[in-house]
């Protein structure tokens, strides 16, 4: 029975494959940029043969994708329309448990009891997703879109905990300081048993953050356990707004200060300027910028912060799949800040974080210390589809100013240290220190200090944040 469903599904894909390249041979089918945020059923045969004419709002959203992919995609050769249209084929009939009911929708005998055309649209966007191979390059429904603009606005509203999903249960990774899930006592190392008498089996790590995040005032209900502790626990949990700081700092010594910066949300440069005005006042005449773990986020407040170290501009470059280049100009009008510095990386330092190291590196402002980073140097843009849903489409590279550009192989150190030997070892902060103490005036003597500052567990840029 198997093997049979299995032939019913090829031979669906054979049949839709032939339709769309016999209407692709079709002169002028398809422009030069395809039919962005439009549809035309007899501008384009092709795509009206994936939907038919009963469900333009869904055919309308298939054709975004496709034309949003086809024209800002950075590497124009693996969106061509035929590889593009084919690849969606493939995706629609990977998951096609009714193959007649399947192809009787394509060709517009919908037959809204057997088929849910809005996930085959989906699975039609995944399937050209996928076919372009590249990890950073998603496709996001309406509710994953949702969670990932909240985690770029470092702001989310909901119980305050980060969590991972595992095998009938989610695990607690991290919880916020003073948020309503510390105050309930859930703690990180928690298992998440039920929410809301709903027990997790068979849920994705995305169903577990709804189901904790929801509107401020509401009430959700956990059941969760420890491995310390004996049978199971409930707890009630008022939901709120969720504000998580992404700037921390502190006096590391006498002289030198500590800025650990653990992503990049809209709020970051007004939080970093304020961590900076207050190391000022405690007589900081230097900086260890901490980036470890920082996976990344908004470039715009990355260029913010660089603009307080950096006096040219442009600060960064990015150069779109036409070799076309748009300078971030420096942004900040608060005095520049002439400190020496040295900047923490490790192998979980990416993307704007990358970014901000590589430029300070390149303007002669910073040493990297620590060890290589995780080497992406694209750029994504989240794009909105008609029907909330979204696109995060690699569309861009990082060139810094004096022509760097950032490689899979990551950033090097300037000086190589070893991850942490211990708890409360830190060798990464100690060789920081050792190089500002004999460049800043007032500095300490004697023993080098161990860890600076723990890595953030939950940060506004944790996809598991709720």
């Known amino acids: 029975m198997v093997r049979f469903a299995s032939l019913r599904r090829l031979a669906l894909s054979i049949s839709i494959a032939l339709g769309l390249l016999a209407a692709l041979m079709t002169p002028d089918v398809i422009g030069a940029e395809g039919p962005l945020n439009q549809a035309s059923e007899s ?20 054709g975004e994708a496709w034309s949003i992919i086809q024209k800002y995609y950075l590497v124009p050769s693996a969106a061509e329309p035929r590889h593009l249209l084919l690849a969606a084929v493939t995706g629609l009939t990977q998951h096609a448990d009714d193959p007649d009911a399947t192809l009787a929708a394509l060709k517009g005998g919908l037959d809204r009891s057997r088929v849910d055309l809005r996930l085959l649209t989906y699975d039609a966007i995944r399937g050209m997703v996928q076919s372009l191979r590249d990890p950073n390059t998603l496709f996001l429904t309406p509710d994953e879109r949702r969670v990932a603009i909240t985690g770029f606005e470092g702001r989310l509203e909901g ?79 008022a939901r709120a707004a969720i504000r998580i700081i992404s700037a921390r700092g502190r006096m590391a010594e006498a002289g030198i200060g500590l800025l650990r910066l653990s992503a990049f949300t809209e709020g970051t440069d007004e939080e970093t300027g304020a961590v900076l005005d207050d190391l000022s006042r405690q007589g900081a005449g230097a900086l260890v910028l901490d980036l470890r773990g920082n996976l990344g986020g908004l470039l715009e407040p990355a260029v913010a912060v660089a603009s307080r170290f950096i006096a040219s501009s442009p600060i960064v470059w990015q150069e779109n799949n036409r070799g076309q280049r748009y300078g971030y100009e420096r942004t900040s009008n608060e005095p520049l800040l002439n400190w020496p510095m040295v900047v923490l ?8 974080s990358e970014v901000l190291a590589l430029v300070l590196r390149d303007a002669g402002r910073a040493q990297l210390v620590g060890s290589p980073t995780y080497g992406k140097g694209t750029i994504q843009y989240l794009f909105e589809l008609s029907d909330g849903s979204g696109l995060h489409l690699t569309s861009a590279r990082w060139v810094s100013p004096a022509g760097s550009r950032l490689e899979p192989s990551g950033l090097t ?35 080098l200090s161990p860890a600076l500052l723990p890595p953030d567990e939950c940060t506004p840029r944790s996809a598991n944040a709720a």
């Open 159 to 237: 119980i305050g905990a980060c969590v991972d999903a595992g095998s009938g249960a989610a695990i607690v990774r991290g919880v916020v300081e003073d948020s309503p899930a510390a105050t309930a006592g859930l703690r990180a190392g928690d298992f998440i048993l039920t929410i809301d008498d709903q027990p997790l089996e068979g849920h994705s790590a995305q169903d577990v953050i709804l189901g904790l995040r929801g509107p401020s005032g509401t009430i959700v209900r956990l059941t969760t356990s420890h491995p310390n502790r004996a049978g199971p626990t409930d707890l009630t949990i």
């Open 413 to 447: 150190p300037d000086v190589p240290v070893g991850p942490l030997a211990n708890e409360g070892d830190d060798p990464a902060s100690k060789q920081a220190l050792s190089l500002l103490r004999p460049i800043t005036p007032g500095a300490a003597s004697g023993p």
């Open 345 to 352: 990386i490790d192998r979980n330092s990416a993307s704007a």
């Open 43 to 62: 501008a384009d045969p092709g795509l009206s043969l994936l939907f038919g004419s009963e469900s333009p709002e869904l055919y309308q959203v298939f």
